[in-house]
Structures are given as structure tokens and as C-alpha cells.
């Protein structure tokens, strides 16, 4: 596929599709059927960054990698949603606005979706859908802060899936999964991530060449700490005494400030060599990391979080961080003076916060299933403010028991705009005001959109 370089700026494009002719559409359909590559237009992006287009029998395709105006020769593919994905076969013609790809592997890696739009067009696709989202929702007042732009290079967590073909004298390839794939793209570059993590790939690759096991896979994950890069290899068997030697090796060789593996993600790892300690200072206070541990996306964007949930709670005397993770705006909180009970499901992160602040008055820990389990109205009156900051799942229970109860200012910290609506729908039929949305777009190039939302009443 050839990435253009940006003729001209352009509008987003509706997300509406244009019917061709009736004729047009008839030779369409005979050449899908026959599984010929056919020619389409592209009139708008679907909500996960995909080119929208009509196809030979009317249905709707989704078209990764495309941009409104292109003109495409394409190859239908399976039933998608309410419509059909295809793939690029030909750019006949660019739309307007279709920009060169900052990344080489851009058009088959499924990390990225959006890199070939001009920066003007990327950030107010991205805007775009949150006002309608808010509009639709009836939360249109709310003001919508300008985006906290992050730049590339700053993403601090990466989980790169390596394999080794069955095949005799194969080589081990390490990246991302390809776009709606399973095949791996072998990484020579990724503009997005910290340079020091992308800088360790080729040095995982030669050990993994050594020790994946023909027919194998096996994921890695990888995050940038205070102290330095901590890995986490997912290995099916426990390791012996020569892998754990060559691990160690590798971690000396590449740096490294601790290395862990685990059976599977989720179970628990065990450090096989650790150099450096690995922590993370929030308000102040450093919080020892568990390995794999929860991180935002960058530490810019942490940070612009942060700030939003201080401004929102900066007349609040006792507040609750729940879902706080290693406690990143408990500690923040607690260090501009606040009375904070920090909450998460998860055992070592709070065990790790409950370490970091023992000694210190004014910080309570409880490790609660907040799904199964969330403070009830009760339990929330004591709270002058209440920061939420879920899975992608989103927090519904909790946000119905907010809604019940009498705490007058919720700051709700979402990564996934559409259980962020449901949430937030669910806050307003409570009483609560959405007042702003600070969007962060610490998810960059993807179609997915961080931000912080200040309910009050
Ligand atoms: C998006 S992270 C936010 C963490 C933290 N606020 C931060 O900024 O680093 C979501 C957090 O929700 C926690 N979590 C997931 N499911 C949960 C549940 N059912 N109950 C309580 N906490 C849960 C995770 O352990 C994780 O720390």
C-alpha cells in the first residue's frame, strides 16, 4: 500500500455512505462474488478508525487504513458488525488529507489505526466522536477542554508477542499482532513507544531465537520505571537453571532493572534477577512496582490526569480514589493534604500503596472486588469528592451507588468512551452536573481516547 503525503487538508467525512449507481453496484457484486477485488469510495470512519464504505450489494464495509475521499481497489472479507471488513488491494486514488505514515510496518500492524491522517483531521476525528457521544448522551453542556496532546515516544508499557514458525532453521519474529490477525509483525521500528523499550527488541529477538522452541509463543511485557525497563516473560514451563542463566545474562546485557516470568498472564511472577529497585513516585512517596503492574499509558498523561483530578477536588477535605491501582492520585491527594481511602481489586498493588504509605496518617488502603462489591451510599457519606478510574469495562455498579449517594463532586477517569457514557448517564440521573472533559490522548494513533470528567451537584 503506498501513504501518500498530505495533498490537502480536509473535512472528517461524515460517517455516512453514499449509495453508487445501481449499475456500478451490479458489477460490484459480480466481481465479490467471484472474489475479485472491487472499487469503492470511502465517505466516512467508523467508530474504531476504519474507512466506511458501500459494497457491491449495498452493505457497509470497514476498511482499515482508509480515509474518507480515497478511492480503493479492495478484497471483501468476513461479516463485521453490521457490515463486511475488506482490505486495501489498491490506493486508486488518495483523499485528500491521507498523510505518509510515520511507521514502516503502519499498514499491516494492528498497534495503530489512524497514522495516515493529517494531525488536524487525527485530533478532531478524535474529538468529534466524544461531542457526539456527549450530544447523544444529553451531556452536550459540558465543556470540553482543549486535548492533552502526547507526543510519540512516550508510551511506557508494551506486550510483545513473539513466535517461531514449526519450520526447520525459522527465526524468531518479536512485535505486535497484525490487523485482525494472528500473524506477528516482526518490529524494526515503532514510533510510538518509549525509544528505550523499542531499543530492547532486537536484543529479545536474538535470546528468543535461542530458546523459543520451534512451533513456539510466548508474550513479553515490557514497562519503563524509575530504575529502568522491567520485563515480564509469559514461559509455559517453569525455567531451568541454563535459561535462567541466559536471562539473567540478558537483562545485564540489555540494562535491565528487573526481569520476572509467570506461567500465563495474571499469575503471579517471580523476579529472576532484579539490579535495580523498581518503583514509581507519586505525591512524593515511592511505591515499589509488582511486576506487569498497571501503569498509565505515559507519564504525560498520568500526569495531566492527575492535575484534572487535584483542580476537581481542591476544596475537598476526605476523598476516595477507587480503582486506584498503586494509588496515583491517593498519594497526590494525600500529599496536598486530603484525607484519602484508596481502593482496587488487586492484591499486590495494594499491598504495594499500603507499604509505600505505612507510617503515614491520613491514607487508608482496602483491596475490594469493586465490581462485585462497590461502596455503598453509606459508606460513600463520609466523602466530599470521589475520583473513579475503572477497566475498560467501566464501573456501573459503582456509578449507580454514587448516584445514590450524597457525595456533591465525582471525578471519573475513563479509557473507553462508550462505558464512560453509560456511567456517566447513570451520574446525571443521580443529579450530577458534567462540568468538563479533559480528553488525553495518550493513545496515540489509536481510535481510543483517554479523559477525565468533573461531575458535580
Ligand atoms: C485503569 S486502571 C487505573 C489504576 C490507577 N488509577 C492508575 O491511574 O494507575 C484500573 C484499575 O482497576 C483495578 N480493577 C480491575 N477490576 C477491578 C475490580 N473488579 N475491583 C476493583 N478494582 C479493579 C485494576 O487492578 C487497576 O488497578
Not at 511506557?156 to 506477528?184: I, L, Y
Not at 515480564?232 to 516470568?261: K, M, N, Y
Amino acid at each position: 500500500m503506498v501513504h501518500m503525503r498530505k495533498v490537502r487538508s480536509t473535512g472528517r467525512g461524515s460517517a455516512q455512505t453514499k449509495r453508487p449507481s445501481r449499475r456500478v453496484r451490479q458489477r460490484q457484486a459480480a466481481e465479490a462474488s467471484s472474489g475479485a477485488p472491487v472499487e469503492v469510495e470511502v465517505t466516512g470512519l467508523g467508530s474504531r478508525g476504519d474507512g466506511l464504505a458501500v459494497g457491491p450489494d449495498g452493505e457497509k464495509l470497514f476498511i482499515a487504513k482508509s480515509l474518507p475521499g480515497d478511492r480503493l481497489r479492495v478484497r471483501i472479507g468476513p461479516s463485521h458488525g453490521d457490515g463486511r471488513m475488506a482490505e486495501i488491494v489498491a490506493i486508486l486514488r488518495p483523499g485528500p488529507g491521507r498523510t505518509e505514515a510515520p511507521c514502516p510496518h503502519f499498514a499491516r500492524c494492528g498497534g495503530c489505526a489512524l497514522q495516515h491522517l493529517g494531525d488536524d483531521d487525527y485530533i478532531a476525528w478524535k474529538l468529534g466522536r466524544l461531542r457526539l457521544a456527549l450530544d447523544r448522551a444529553g451531556l452536550g453542556d459540558a465543556s470540553v477542554a482543549s486535548p492533552v496532546r502526547i507526543p510519540p515516544g512516550a508510551r511506557r508499557r508494551a506486550t510483545f508477542t513473539a513466535v517461531r514458525a514449526a519450520a526447520a532453521g525459522s527465526r524468531v519474529c518479536v512485535g505486535f499482532a497484525a490487523a485482525r490477525s494472528n500473524d506477528v509483525i516482526d518490529l524494526s521500528a515503532c514510533p510510538v513507544l518509549d525509544p528505550d523499550i523499542a531499543a530492547v527488541v532486537p536484543m529479545l529477538r536474538e535470546l528468543l531465537d535461542g530458546t523459543l522452541a520451534r512451533g513456539g509463543k510466548t508474550r513479553v511485557a515490557i514497562s519503563r520505571l524509575n530504575g529502568g525497563l522491567d520485563v515480564v516473560f509469559d514461559w509455559s514451563d517453569p525455567p531451568s537453571a541454563s535459561l535462567r542463566e541466559r536471562w539473567s545474562c540478558f537483562a545485564c546485557e540489555a540494562g535491565l532493572a528487573r526481569l520476572s516470568w509467570r506461567r500465563k498472564p495474571a499469575a503471579p511472577a517471580e523476579p529472576v534477577v532484579q539490579h535495580r529497585p523498581v518503583a514509581v513516585v507519586h505525591g512524593g512517596s515511592a511505591v515499589a512496582v509488582p511486576p506487569d503492574a498497571f501503569l498509565q499509558a505515559s507519564g504525560l498523561g498520568e500526569a495531566a490526569l492527575t492535575q484534572a483530578v487535584l483542580a476537581a477536588m481542591a476544596q475537598a477535605n476526605t476523598a476516595a480514589d477507587l480503582f486506584c491501582g498503586l494509588g496515583v492520585f491517593a498519594l497526590a491527594l494525600a500529599a496536598a493534604g486530603k484525607r484519602i481511602h484508596a481502593v482496587d481489586g488487586d492484591e499486590a498493588a495494594v499491598a504495594a500503596l499500603a507499604a509505600a504509605v505505612r507510617g503515614k496518617t491520613g491514607l487508608t488502603t482496602e483491596r475490594r472486588n469493586l465490581f462485585a462489591r462497590p461502596l455503598e451510599p453509606d459508606e460513600l457519606r463520609r466523602f466530599d469528592a470521589v475520583a473513579f478510574d475503572p477497566p475498560r469495562a467501566g464501573a456501573r455498579a459503582q456509578a449507580m451507588f454514587l448516584a445514590d449517594s450524597p457525595v456533591p463532586v465525582v471525578v471519573a477517569i475513563s479509557c473507553n468512551l462508550a462505558t464512560f457514557i453509560r456511567d456517566a448517564r447513570l451520574l446525571a440521573g443521580g443529579g450530577f452536573r458534567l462540568e468538563t472533559v479533559t480528553p488525553v490522548d495518550q493513545f496515540l494513533w489509536s481510535p481510543h481516547l483517554e479523559l477525565a470528567a468533573t461531575f458535580r451537584r
